[in-house]
C-alpha cells in the first residue's frame, strides 16, 4: 500500500501564490505517473496536471496552462504543483496521485487511471 501525502494548502488572495507538495514513498513500487487533482463542492474530481517520469513529459487542464507548473525531486520522492496567479475559481481540495501505468494525453484526466492517492489538501483563493 503507498501511502501519498500531501502540505502546502492554505488561504490566500487572488493573484497570489502556493505550493504543495506530495511525499510519495519510494521503496514501495516504481511509479510512472504522477498527477495532481482537485476537487470543489459539488464538483467532479478533475484532473490539474500529471507528469510521466519516463520522459518528464507534463500535462496541463488548460484552464491552468501558464500558470500552474507541475515537477518532482526525486532525490526527495516528492511531487509539486507551483501555482501562481490564483484565481477564486481554483478554489478546491487537491490530491496527488501516482500509478505504476503509463499516462498519455487522455488518460491522465482519468481517476480511474490511478491506483495511489493522498488525503488531500485544502487551497482557498479569495
Known amino acids: 500500500h503507498v501511502q501519498l501525502v500531501e502540505s502546502g494548502g492554505g488561504s490566500v488572495q487572488a493573484g497570489g501564490s502556493l505550493r504543495l507538495s506530495c511525499a510519495i514513498p519510494g521503496y514501495y513500487v516504481s511509479i510512472d505517473c504522477m498527477a495532481w487533482f482537485r476537487q470543489a463542492p459539488g464538483k467532479e474530481r478533475e484532473g490539474v496536471a500529471a507528469i510521466y517520469t519516463g520522459s518528464d513529459i507534463t500535462y496541463y487542464a488548460d484552464s491552468v496552462k501558464g500558470r500552474f507548473t507541475i515537477s518532482r525531486d526525486n532525490a526527495k520522492n516528492t511531487l509539486y504543483l507551483q501555482m501562481n496567479s490564483l484565481k477564486p475559481e481554483d478554489t478546491a481540495m487537491y490530491y496527488c496521485?501516482?500509478?505504476?501505468?503509463?499516462?498519455?494525453?487522455?488518460?491522465?484526466?482519468?481517476?480511474?487511471?490511478?491506483?495511489?492517492w493522498g488525503q488531500g489538501t485544502q487551497v482557498t483563493v479569495s
Open positions: 496521485a501516482a500509478t505504476t501505468r503509463w499516462c498519455g494525453e487522455s488518460s491522465w484526466k482519468r481517476v480511474s487511471h490511478f491506483d495511489y
